[in-house]
Nanobody, 119 residues
Framework: QVQLVESGGGLVQPGGSLTLSCAAS????????IGWIRQAPGKEREGVSCLSTSDGYTYYEDSVKGRFTISRDAAKRTVYLQMNNLKPEDTAAYYC????????????WGQGIQVTVSS
């Protein structure tokens, strides 16, 4: 059974930074792409970033390129999303999920964590 537990969200001012963490358990997380999906109120879910664990390739949604960085600590089975220069439009519930776009559709989700960017 795969379990994904997010942490690190909160309230931050525009231009600020946050790092989200996703602690994963279950054997499959070592072999499948894992990443982040967000959903803002009244909007569709969108894939933010995804890491292909087999080869290290990364995917970023266009609006976060150059601002967000996904990384993984394999020993800790934890995936991180470093978010810099945050904008109000980044406000959303962020979910850790595996697999993830563009390498698959999620089968497993975390409970989600809120990120609010506001002055």
């Amino acid at each position: 059974q795969v379990q994904l537990v997010e942490s690190g969200g909160g309230l931050v001012q525009p231009g600020g930074s946050l790092t989200l963490s996703c602690a994963a358990s279950g054997a499959t997380v070592d072999y499948y792409p894992i990443g982040w999906i967000r959903q803002a109120p009244g909007k569709e879910r969108e894939g933010v970033s995804c890491l292909s664990t087999s080869d290290g390739y990364t995917y970023y949604e266009d609006s976060v390129k150059g601002r967000f960085t996904i990384s993984r600590d394999a020993a800790k089975r934890t995936v991180y999303l470093q978010m810099n220069n945050l904008k109000p439009e980044d406000t959303a519930a962020y979910y850790c999920a595996t697999p993830c776009h563009p390498w698959g559709k999620p089968d497993f989700w975390g409970q989600g964590i809120q990120v609010t960017v506001s002055s």
